[in-house]
């Protein structure tokens, strides 16, 4: 008896001790995706298994005493689910966990009182299966709703009333909404090197507007982004007796220098690495300055640049003052340039638009074995000038809004170029959500009025352009090598699904015009289409596409961050 108990002992101990390298779903289980999928079930497990690219990271590994937890898990999910008969079951077998879910019957929803004014914002529906996600996003959206439309002093209740016995759920939400409040005085407490005048041009609101709650987070986020302050502190002051809320703004500066590295590799420029140093409030008033060099398997770029946000000039008022000055060495397979630039920007906002004028000076020294490309030194100075309109909601991963621009070039031979001709740039980009799905629709126009030599084309092709080809290589080749265009349309579409928060699939058609004619888009178009993934990072959204052209090439793999649109 004493061995067969010492027995039963030394069996269990090695079974909760026992090292498991898998855990498997079955039962009611979305295969690819859904409520039930298995990405949702391993994070409601709390497993997470390492990304493709941290490939260094070792896989979970599990023991059979974490079952009883994974299993207590999925049953407070199922109910939250709306799932309250559901069944989990759990089995061990060789060096694998087997988790299998019947959800049943789902509960659903009897009545729910609210006001019709809220009606089109409750997610929790009569006679529909109550989850409890539908119910707390529903209270998020009312809460929202208040505090976005003049009533944050609102009150607020929700409940939901869950009898099991007569397997019913009875939602109350009781609201009142208060006086309506409107934005008052701002004071702004400012102790920064930093005048007063251009953080108040980062305020998204106006006093005797209704009060938003969005707008002080936009203007939270407008000052963060300048880069200089370490404390801000924005607080509205909520008065009974008073329905005009002033607005307290509380300012400290901190580090304004920085200095940064970095690594990574892309389909266009190979393995790159850089160094970068920003000053971004240099000598005060968020005068910007910025030195970086690149290096890559193409090539390489050193750059200087200086802004200045707030000049003043009697006739034009305000307006912003940038001056870039580079180098850089480029080698673009058909030729090698060697390019020293000169560019000065000025900007001002009119009329709720960004207008930006200035000059260039460029000095191009092209070395080429192809004569299409003529080698040579190149002198082009030119006047230009950028409209920007851009109401994306974010410029790295843009899920809703448009942005449109208007570039326009011209050099002449009275400030001294060598080259004489006119270039337009128009794109627009419009991106909107219908959650989990994201479309994204772009298309980019260009010509360029005289024959010019083709390193200054128009190039197309890549992971920003039509996806089907690789690097600037669509369009008619001089040999092996590409050699642009002087007219182009490029039109790209794409949807993003998005599996989780971090990660999407994504599928695409491309579709591109080119002539080597001023003005001339009679030609053919060139197609594509293809898949692709992204995971949102710390460093941005990583994106892989594949590319199909429909006619002749082979597909067009592109890697790199950041969203196409």
Request: glycine share 8%; proline share 3%; net charge negative.
């Amino acid at each position: 008896m004493k061995k067969l108990l010492i027995f039963i002992g030394l069996f269990t101990f090695y079974t909760q001790a026992q090292t498991l390298s898998k855990i498997e779903f079955n039962g009611d289980v979305d295969l690819i995706t859904g409520e039930f999928d298995r990405s949702t079930l391993l994070k409601i497990c709390h497993i997470e298994y390492p990304p493709i690219y941290k490939f260094w990271k070792a896989t979970p590994s599990f023991e059979a005493s974490q079952v009883p937890d994974f299993v207590a898990s999925l049953e407070q999910y199922a109910k939250s689910m709306g799932y309250y008969k559901a069944k989990i079951s759990s089995r061990i077998e060789g060096d694998g966990i087997y988790l299998n879910i019947q959800k049943n019957t789902a509960i659903k929803t009897a009545s729910v009182n609210l006001d019709s004014e809220f009606n089109t914002l409750a997610l929790v529906k009569k006679n529909e299966r109550f989850k409890t996600t539908d119910f707390t996003e529903t209270k998020n959206k009312i809460r929202a709703y208040l505090s976005e439309n003049g009533y944050p002093q609102h009150q607020f209740k929700a409940k939901a009333f869950v009898d099991l016995e007569a397997y019913k759920v009875d939602v109350n939400f009781s609201i009142q909404k208060g006086k309506k409040h409107y934005f008052g005085v701002t004071e702004l407490n400012n102790s920064s090197e930093v005048k007063s005048g251009l953080i108040k041009e980062k305020i998204f609101y106006k006093e005797g507007e209704l009060f938003n709650i969005l707008k002080l987070e936009d203007t939270y986020d407008n000052i963060y982004r300048l880069g200089v302050f370490e404390r801000i502190k924005i607080e509205p002051d909520f008065n009974e007796t008073n329905t005009t809320v002033p607005i307290d703004i509380a300012l400290k500066q901190g580090k304004t220098k920085e200095f940064s590295s970095n690594l990574g590799y892309d389909t266009e420029d190979g393995a790159r690495g850089g160094v970068s140093y920003v000053d971004h409030n240099f000598f005060g008033n968020l005068r910007r300055f910025e030195a970086k060099a690149v290096v890559s398997e193409r090539g390489y770029e050193a750059k200087t640049s200086y802004y200045d946000p707030s000049l003043e000039n009697p006739f034009l008022g305000d307006f912003s003052f940038l001056n870039e000055l580079g180098y850089s060495e480029w080698d673009y397979d058909a030729y090698v340039e060697n390019l020293f630039v000169e560019r000065i920007t000025f900007g001002k906002k009119l009329f709720d638009l960004e207008h930006f004028f200035g000059f260039q000076l460029e000095h191009s020294e092209i070395e080429s074995g192809i004569p299409t490309f003529l080698s040579g030194n190149y002198l082009i100075n030119s006047l230009f000038y950028r409209l920007v309109i851009d109401k994306r909601d974010s410029v790295m991963n843009a899920k809703n809004g448009y942005y449109t621009s208007l570039y326009l070039e011209k050099s002449m031979k009275q400030l001294g170029s060598e080259i004489d001709y006119f270039k337009v740039l128009a794109e627009a980009r419009y991106i909107k959500t219908f959650d989990p799905l994201v479309l994204a629709a772009k298309v980019t126009l260009g010509s360029i009025s005289e024959e010019t030599p083709p390193f200054k084309h128009f190039f197309l092709g890549g992971a920003m352009s039509n996806r089907g080809y690789e690097y600037r290589d669509l369009g008619e080749h001089s040999g092996d090598y590409p050699i642009g265009g002087l007219s182009i349309i490029d039109a790209s579409f794409e949807s993003r699904y998005y599996v989780t928060d971090a990660f999407s699939v994504v599928g695409f058609i491309d579709s591109s015009k080119m002539s080597q004619e001023v003005n001339d888009l009679s030609g053919q178009w060139y197609n594509s289409f293809g898949f692709g993934l992204r995971y949102l990072s710390v460093i941005g959204p990583l994106r892989l596409d594949v590319g199909y052209p429909t006619k002749g090439n082979k597909p067009a793999l592109h890697l790199g961050i950041g969203q196409v649109f």
